[in-house]
T-cell receptor, first 112, second 105 residues
């Protein structure tokens, strides 16, 4: 158990809908990262927050947005969902922008 | 990712040694990490190299050569539980496509 929690574990929704994925980092970690992993693919970095502020941005679509709240939990919002958005979404956290990230169990999103 | 290249699959026998190579794009590079991911699981951190040389952690070692834009993960005394995907990661955030390691008895 990495100490990072993600909810929900599974999510099934329809095209065009909007969903919110939630992540709670390890106690004391200030950085939160979001990744997308499609079937049998590597992890695609989406976005990083550090202590409430956006720190780095990857290949995140304009339909996707994220934020980190004062209690350091983070949410990833996915809107106008498409079939291709079906994937495993991982959240990770680290103390700062250190090289070791601790990953949560992931949220499996299925868009029908 | 396009800035990292690693083999898609490697097969080895229990007890053997296996090396998983990774080449990366040099521009702006500052470090190479390795993560392990079992099927259905979350990635877990294995090692990080910022300087040339070998970092050893138990049965796993990682090597970096900045002049060759190349690194590798070395797994010794392979066990069945080492069957997993291994990802090299450039600058903490850019993951390679992963190498699926199958350990056979």
């Amino acid at each position: 158990d990495s100490g990072v929690t993600q909810t929900p574990k599974h999510l099934i929704t329809a095209t065009g809908q909007r969903v919110t994925l939630r992540c709670s980092p390890r106690s004391g970690d200030l950085s939160v990262y979001w990744y997308q992993q499609s079937l049998d693919q590597g992890l695609q970095f989406l976005i990083q927050y550090y202590n409430g502020e956006e720190r780095a941005k990857g290949n995140i679509l304009e339909r996707f947005s994220a934020q980190q709240f004062p209690d350091l939990h983070s949410e990833l919002n996915l809107s106008s969902l498409e079939l291709g958005d079906s994937a495993l979404y991982f959240c990770a956290s680290s103390v700062d922008s250190s090289n070791e990230q601790f990953f949560g169990p992931g949220t499996r999103l299925t868009v029908l | 990712g396009q800035s990292l290249e690693q083999p898609s699959e490697v097969t080895a026998v229990e007890g053997a040694i296996v090396q998983i190579n990774c080449t990366y794009q040099t521009s702006g590079f500052y470090g190479l990490s390795w993560y392990q991911q079992h099927d259905g699981g979350a990635p877990t951190f294995l090692s990080y190299n910022a300087l040339d040389g070998l970092e050893e952690t138990g049965r796993f070692s990682s090597f970096l050569s900045r002049s060759d834009s190349y690194g590798y993960l070395l797994l010794q005394e392979l066990q069945m539980k080492d069957s997993a995907s291994y990802f090299c990661v450039r600058n903490m955030l850019t993951f390679g496509g992963g190498t699926r390691l199958m350990v056979k008895p």
